[in-house]
C-alpha cells in the first residue's frame, strides 16, 4: 500500500510539475521562435550588402519603434557622390508597390518616409549628390558641373535604378508598380521624370514644382532686392521706434485686408479665402488709393508709392530693363507668406527666402560662377571681396536682364523641367500625373504651374483637354502656401488616388481637403480636377456659417 500511494502521490506531483514545465517550456520556445523569426529577417536584410551589382555601405534589421514598423534599411552610394537609402517593409508586409519619395530646397540629406512605409511601400531616397553639412546651401556647385547634373536630374534616376534593384533581391520579384511622390524641389524632380526618364515610375506626384527653376531664384533674389536696397525704402515693414529695424508689419496686413475685401466673397463664401485668384478684381493703386501716405510722410498705418511699387511687383512677378516678364508673380490671397522676403525685426532682417537667394547666383546660375557668396547674406553694406584667392559674389549685385540675355541657359537646360512634351510617359509609357499647388504660395508662384498644364494639353494632345484628363490631372488648392498651411483646406493625401487611377483606372475628379486648427477641422471642401472648381451646394443661407464647410455641401462645375 505504502508503494502504491507512494506511487500515485510521484504521479499527482510529477503531473503539476510537468505543466509548470510545459508552460514555461512553452513559453521559451515562443521566445526562441521570435529571436530566430527576428535572426531570418536580420540575415535576410543583411545579406542585401553581398549584391556586387551595387555599392551598399549599410544593410540593418530595425526594429518596430511607434508607428513605425520592424524593416530592412539599405545604405547606398553611387558614382562617389549620390548617397542613398531605401525602407523595405519585411516581405509578409510589403504592398508590391515602390515609391520614391522627393526632396526640398537644395536638398543634401536623407528623408525618411515612415508614414508610407507602415503603409506597406518599399520607400527610397538620395541627397542628390551632395551632403548639406558639408556643402550647405548651393555651395555643391561652385565650379562643380557633374554635382549640377548630379542635383539637376541624375541622382534621382539613378536611384530609382538601384531601388529597383535592391527590392527585386530582397523580394525575389520586381516591384509591381512604381511611384514618385514630391513637392516643392520634389514637384520639380517628378516633371524632370516624365520628361527625361519616361519608364522611370507609372505614377508620378508633383505638387507646388519649381519646375522654372532658374527664373524663380532669379526673382527670389529680385523681390529681395525691392525690398532690401535703398535703405528699406521699399520694404513692407516699419521702423516704429527708429533704431534702423523694422519692426511692423501693419503695411502687409492693410494690403491682406483690402484683397480679401474686395475678393474673399467672390465664391460665395466668405471664409478667408481666395478660391479663385485669377478673377479676383484686385487693383492696388485703385483698391489701396485710400490707404496711400500723404506726400512725404512714411507712417506704419499707411503705404508710400515705393512700397505700392513692391506691392505691384510681387504681383507682375520678375521683369527685366525693357519690361519683359521672367515670371509670373503671385496670386491674390498670397500676401501673408510674403513676410518670406520682408527683412523685420522679427526674423532678424533675415527673411526665409533669403536662404534660396543669398548664393543661387553665385553657384547655380551662371555658366561659369562669378564668385563665392559673400559671408553676411543680410548686410548689404557689406563690400565683397573681389580680390580673395575666391572672389566674393553679393545676391544684390545680380541683374535678372541676366535671365533673359540667356546667361543661365546652361544651367536652364539642367536644372529647369518645363518641357511640356510628355508623350513618352503618359502616352507610349501609359504613366499617370497628378499635379498640384497652392493657390496662396508666396514662394513658388501658382500660375506657372497652371500654364505648364495648359502647354501639355496642347502639345501632348493637341490642344484636347478632355483627352489630357485620361492621364493628366492638375489639382489647385485655395488658401493653401508652399506645399501646406496657409487658411485653406491644406491636408490631404496625394498618394491615395493616384494608386487607384494607376491600378484601378479610378481618375481623381476631385479630392477632399481639411483645414485644421488646434486639432479641429474648421474648413472641409472638395478640390476639383481642373477645369472644374468647387462651389457651394449646401443649405441655401449657409454659405458663411463655418458648420457647413464640410465636403458633401461642395460640388464641381465647369469655371
Not at 408 to 421: F, G, K
Request: proline share 6%; aromatic share 10%; glycine share 12%.
Amino acid at each position: 500500500m505504502f508503494g502504491q500511494g507512494s506511487r500515485a502521490a510521484k504521479a499527482t506531483a510529477l503531473i503539476g510539475i510537468g505543466a509548470g514545465f510545459g508552460a514555461a517550456g512553452m513559453e521559451r520556445a515562443a521566445a526562441q521562435s521570435t529571436a530566430s523569426a527576428r535572426d531570418v529577417d536580420a540575415a535576410q536584410c543583411a545579406r542585401l550588402a553581398l549584391d556586387n551589382r551595387l555599392t551598399i555601405t549599410r544593410a540593418m534589421l530595425v526594429d518596430a519603434a511607434g508607428d513605425t514598423p520592424r524593416h530592412c534599411y539599405v545604405r547606398g552610394a553611387i558614382g562617389g557622390n549620390v548617397v542613398w537609402h531605401a525602407q523595405l517593409p519585411l516581405p509578409s508586409a510589403w504592398n508590391g508597390r515602390f515609391l520614391m519619395a522627393g526632396d526640398g530646397g537644395k536638398d543634401g540629406d536623407l528623408d525618411y518616409s515612415n508614414a508610407r512605409l507602415a503603409e506597406g511601400f518599399a520607400v527610397a531616397n538620395s541627397n542628390t549628390g551632395h551632403d548639406v553639412g558639408a556643402e550647405p546651401g548651393a555651395s555643391f556647385g561652385f565650379n562643380d558641373r557633374d554635382a549640377e547634373i548630379d542635383f539637376g536630374y541624375r541622382a534621382v534616376h539613378t536611384t530609382v535604378n538601384a531601388a529597383k534593384t535592391l527590392i527585386a533581391r530582397y523580394y525575389g520579384r520586381p516591384a509591381d508598380y512604381a511611384y514618385f511622390e514630391g513637392c516643392s524641389t520634389g514637384g520639380r524632380q517628378g516633371l524632370m521624370e516624365a520628361q527625361r526618364f519616361p519608364h522611370d515610375f507609372d505614377g508620378i506626384i508633383a505638387g507646388a514644382p519649381v519646375n522654372h527653376y532658374q527664373e524663380l531664384n532669379a526673382g527670389h533674389t529680385w523681390l529681395l532686392q525691392r525690398t532690401f536696397l535703398d535703405g528699406y525704402a521699399g520694404n513692407l515693414a516699419h521702423d516704429t521706434d527708429g533704431d534702423g529695424l523694422p519692426d511692423d508689419l501693419t503695411k502687409l496686413d492693410i494690403l491682406a485686408d483690402a484683397v480679401l475685401a474686395r475678393c474673399d466673397g467672390d465664391d460665395g463664401i466668405r471664409d478667408g479665402v481666395i478660391d479663385d485668384p485669377p478673377s479676383c478684381d484686385f487693383e492696388p493703386r485703385r483698391d489701396l488709393s485710400d490707404d496711400m501716405c500723404p506726400a512725404g510722410d512714411d507712417s506704419a498705418d499707411c503705404l508710400t508709392e515705393r512700397e505700392l511699387g513692391t506691392i505691384e511687383d510681387f504681383y507682375a512677378g520678375p521683369y527685366d530693363s525693357a519690361g519683359t516678364s521672367v515670371l509670373k508673380g503671385r496670386a491674390f490671397g498670397s500676401e501673408p507668406g510674403w513676410t518670406a522676403y520682408i527683412p523685420h525685426e522679427g526674423n532678424g532682417m533675415y527673411p526665409a527666402q533669403l536662404n534660396n537667394a543669398y548664393d543661387h547666383t553665385a553657384y547655380l546660375f551662371y555658366d561659369e560662377d562669378p564668385g563665392v557668396a559673400v559671408p553676411r547674406a543680410n548686410d548689404v553694406s557689406y563690400t565683397p571681396d573681389r580680390d580673395a584667392v575666391l572672389p566674393e559674389w553679393a545676391w544684390w549685385e545680380f541683374d535678372i536682364d541676366d535671365v533673359t540675355a540667356g546667361r543661365a541657359d546652361t544651367m536652364r537646360a539642367i536644372t529647369n523641367a518645363t518641357d511640356p512634351d510628355l508623350s513618352r510617359f503618359l502616352l507610349e509609357h501609359g504613366g499617370k500625373l497628378v499635379l498640384w499647388h497652392g493657390w496662396a504660395d508666396a514662394g513658388a508662384p501658382p500660375e506657372p504651374t497652371l500654364d505648364y498644364y495648359d502647354a501639355v494639353v496642347d502639345t501632348t494632345f493637341g490642344g484636347d483637354g478632355d483627352a489630357a484628363r485620361e492621364h493628366a490631372r492638375l489639382l489647385m488648392f485655395p488658401g493653401m502656401g508652399h506645399c501646406g498651411g496657409g487658411p485653406g483646406p491644406n491636408d490631404w493625401d496625394p498618394l491615395a488616388p493616384l494608386v487607384d487611377w494607376v491600378e484601378r483606372g479610378i481618375a481623381p475628379a476631385h479630392v477632399v481637403a481639411r483645414h485644421s486648427t488646434n486639432g479641429e477641422v474648421d474648413n472641409e471642401r472638395r478640390v476639383c480636377a481642373y477645369p472644374e472648381i468647387a462651389v457651394y451646394s449646401g443649405p441655401a443661407g449657409g454659405a458663411d456659417n463655418a458648420a457647413n464647410w464640410i465636403e458633401g455641401n461642395f460640388q464641381c462645375v465647369a469655371r
